[in-house]
């Protein structure tokens, strides 16, 4: 079992004020935190950073901090039958990259209290930051020290990780990457598990960049077969595969595979409205949605929200007569950070239409009744769709996330909330991060619940 931990860029920022408030000695903050519970990935998401106040330390020296525990007892009431995750960090203005021997004290002494009080074998963590705002740490499981948690992700305008596990040996297909990214980065992607929701015309383009830059690990979700029709826009399909009908997620796991290049590839050939579907792309450490229909964007926003994963979308819009006739050529990439805007706020799409895609999903025929009586607007069955039309606006979605974990950009990351251009009109919109999404905002950490998202129709 691996374990991680992820928090969100106004949590980490947060932690590091009140860590090194200027004075060079300890403090301590917990964090109350959400799970995913995966067979081989246990993620702690932060909900919650409760700075203990200096005043209720007892002892604050440059190496060393003891404070009143009744804060660690208020958050274990509030955990008590949750399932709910306590996280203690502390600093080390030292810049000391080790727990030391008090830490391990503190840790046997303050978890075993946890685990006693709140006695449901689920395990815990300890976490120290540095000067520069870096983080290490390390399970707790049963108030017993364990392994080091095997990455901590700050998911911001940039995107910093931390790993404890090496990847083995970098192959040889990377090194013209690695010339423009450095080898830190080529380790990164290694070391990455990703979802891609959606493998048609932009998905399978996303992945196959993703693929060939070294990616570890990518999920493919989509229930659609390969038809005749598609094959002028997926990558590495061919006309036997749309005559046996083999389902797109296959096709391109087949493809990946065939690469050699070590990605590891779980094909989902099912919906995302998907309980178990939900929970494989809960485990990964960024989320790509390359599908035009609002609701698996209006879920996938709200997956992201819930579990602290960094989620690019990319949508292309072509609007033509049929017979050869041009009106716009435009497409967007946009980048959501848990606790940010969403796709809603943004006015990509609305409520709206997200309950008639639902309805024209699981009942057709009311659908097709409230569409003839005026209830709901249509859903856009069958777009054109154009292969050299979506590699430009996949290619940018990739770029974007490269630009998150590698900032490469001569301006902040956060002027890029989403990219926008028009092929039409031959040029470029960007706009900046806007106002937390109201609907969203009070969802950030939250990890597993009952019923799953919030949604009943997950349970």
């Known amino acids: 079992m691996n374990y991680h931990l992820r928090l969100t860029q106004a949590q980490h920022g947060l932690l590091q004020s009140h860590l090194f ?41 440059e190496d060393q901090v003891t404070w009143d525990t009744q804060h660690i007892d208020a958050l274990v009431q509030r955990a008590f039958n949750k399932g709910l995750a306590i996280v203690k960090v502390h600093s080390h203005p ?64 940039d995107i910093r990780y931390w790993s404890s596990v090496k990847p083995n040996d970098i192959e040889g297909f ?7 990214f450095g080898q830190g980065t080529i380790e990164l992607l290694k070391n990455f598990s990703i979802a891609v929701v959606g493998c048609s015309g932009t998905g399978s383009i996303v992945i196959e960049q993703l693929a060939r830059l ?17 094959l002028n826009r997926i990558l590495n399909s061919g006309k036997a595969d749309a005559v046996q009908g083999k389902a797109k997620v296959h096709v391109l796991a087949s493809a990946i595979e065939y690469m050699g290049l070590g990605t590891q590839v779980l094909p989902l050939p099912y919906n995302l409205v998907n309980a178990d579907v939900v929970r494989a792309v809960a485990e990964c ?49 946009h980048y959501l950070q848990p606790g940010g805007s969403s ?76 990219v926008a251009a028009s092929l039409t009109e031959v040029q470029f919109y960007m706009e900046a991060e806007q106002e937390a999404c109201s609907l969203l905002e009070g969802c950030v950490g939250k990890g597993d619940v009952v019923p799953l998202l919030g949604r009943p129709a997950l349970s």
């Open 21 to 61: 408030p200027g004075d060079h000695k300890e403090a301590v903050a917990l964090l109350l935190c959400g799970r995913r519970r995966g067979e081989s990935r246990h993620i702690f998401t932060v909900r919650e950073v409760h700075p203990v106040p200096y005043a209720d330390c007892i002892i604050r020296k």
């Open 94 to 157: 030292t810049g000391n990259d080790q727990f030391s021997l008090v830490d391990d004290e503190s840790d046997a002494s303050i978890f075993a209290s946890v685990a006693s009080l709140l006695a449901d074998g689920l395990p815990h963590a300890s976490v120290i930051m540095g000067p520069d705002g870096s983080l290490f740490g390390r399970v707790i499981d049963d108030g017993e020290i364990g392994n080091s948690l095997a990455s901590i992700m700050v998911v911001g305008d």
């Open 174 to 180: 990377t090194q013209r990457t690695a010339q423009t």
């Open 214 to 230: 070294g990616v570890g690990r990518l999920v493919l979700v989509d229930s659609d077969v390969v038809e005749e029709k598609n």
């Open 285 to 333: 450490d960024f989320v790509f949605g390359c599908t035009d229909g609002v609701e698996a964007r209006h879920l996938l926003n709200r997956l992201a929200t819930f579990y602290n994963l960094p989620y690019f979308d990319v949508g292309v819009r072509l609007d033509a007569d049929g017979h050869g006739g041009i009106d716009t050529i435009s497409g967007a990439v």
């Open 343 to 418: 796709l809603l706020s943004r006015g990509v799409y609305s409520l709206e239409q997200v309950r008639a895609e639902e309805l024209w999903r699981t009942d057709p025929e009311m659908y097709q009744r409230q569409l003839k009586e005026g209830y709901i607007h249509g859903v856009a069955e069958d777009r054109p769709a154009v292969i050299s039309i979506n590699m430009l606006y996949a290619s940018l979605c990739v770029n974007e996330f490269l630009a998150r974990i590698h900032p490469y950009r001569n301006n902040d990351n956060g002027e890029y909330a989403q």
